[in-house]
């Protein structure tokens, strides 16, 4: 993350964090900073280490109430928790994408070598095999995502005193998410907050608004 231009990103007083440089005190900002908090959902209380896990997780819980066929519910709501209690936020981002093969089949490539030997990537066949399926955005759409991103930054910054002085401490300057691989969460690399990007910096936002201004 990193101020807008107008507020002088790249400057000493306000480095750039890009895809590169996830170290240091903004990092703190990032979805996958160990950030512990917990989320009551549907009368039960689920634990989450990132907000990134928290994200992949929730995708799957929320398609789940549109599905009428009970096995197939109880099917993504298993891999909900699957993906939740991943090893790492980056794993669980893998087992969120359910990316597929031209075939069909489940594409199982990754960079990790230890993924392949996992109990994640047993739950990503097993959890195929039962019907799940990344949700699409018909089943989920953006409002529906931008939702959950707001509901789990939500939690993390209440429930973590650091996280929240850090990001309460930005005051109003424009957070940017400076990512040249993503320009829905992230900015494209463009440096600029436009109304169809960045919209994890928005989010932040949106709770620095709250923490700021409690009602």
Same mark, same amino acid.
């Given at each position: 993350?990193?101020?807008?231009?107008?507020?002088?990103? #790249?400057? %000493?007083?306000?480095?750039?964090?890009?895809?590169?440089?996830?170290?240091?005190?903004?990092?703190?900002?990032?979805?996958?900073?160990?950030?512990?908090?917990?989320?009551?959902?549907?009368?039960?209380? =689920?634990?989450?280490?990132?907000?990134?896990? &928290?994200?992949?997780?929730?995708?799957?819980?929320? &398609?789940?109430?549109?599905?009428?066929?009970?096995?197939?519910?109880?099917? =993504?709501?298993? $891999?909900?928790?699957?993906? &939740?209690?991943?090893?790492?936020?980056?794993?669980?981002?893998?087992?969120?994408?359910?990316?597929?093969?031209?075939?069909?089949?489940?594409?199982?490539? $990754?960079?990790? %070598?230890?993924?392949?030997?996992?109990?994640?990537?047993?739950?990503?066949?097993?959890?195929?095999?039962? /019907?799940?399926?990344? %949700?699409?955005?018909?089943?989920?759409?953006?409002?529906?995502?931008?939702?959950?991103?707001?509901?789990?930054?939500?939690?993390?910054?209440?429930?973590? /005193?650091?996280?929240?002085?850090?990001?309460?401490?930005? /005051?109003?300057?424009?957070?940017?998410?400076?990512?040249?691989?993503?320009?829905?969460? #992230?900015?494209?690399?463009? /440096?600029?907050?436009?109304?169809?990007?960045?919209?994890? #910096?928005?989010?932040?936002?949106?709770?620095?608004?709250?923490?700021?201004?409690?009602?």
């Amino acid at each position: 993350f990193y101020t807008a231009p107008r507020d002088g990103a #790249g400057s %000493p007083a306000s480095p750039l964090l890009n895809n590169k440089d996830r170290n240091g005190s903004r990092s703190v900002l990032s979805n996958f900073a160990p950030t512990p908090f917990t989320l009551s959902m549907d009368d039960t209380v =689920h634990e989450y280490r990132t907000v990134e896990c &928290a994200f992949q997780s929730l995708k799957y819980r929320f &398609a789940a109430r549109t599905l009428s066929n009970a096995t197939l519910r109880d099917a =993504h709501l298993s $891999y909900a928790s699957a993906i &939740a209690h991943a090893q790492t936020p980056a794993v669980a981002f893998k087992m969120s994408s359910m990316k597929l093969n031209k075939d069909g089949t489940l594409n199982l490539a $990754y960079a990790n %070598p230890h993924f392949h030997t996992s109990v994640e990537k047993s739950r990503m066949e097993t959890a195929f095999e039962a /019907g799940v399926r990344s %949700p699409t955005l018909h089943e989920l759409t953006t409002a529906d995502r931008i939702q959950i991103m707001d509901l789990a930054l939500a939690a993390k910054f209440e429930q973590n /005193g650091t996280a929240r002085q850090y990001l309460i401490s930005t /005051g109003t300057r424009v957070l940017i998410e400076h990512s040249t691989r993503d320009s829905h969460w #992230g900015d494209g690399g463009s /440096g600029e907050n436009r109304p169809d990007n960045n919209h994890l #910096g928005k989010a932040l936002m949106r709770v620095r608004s709250r923490l700021l201004d409690p009602v």
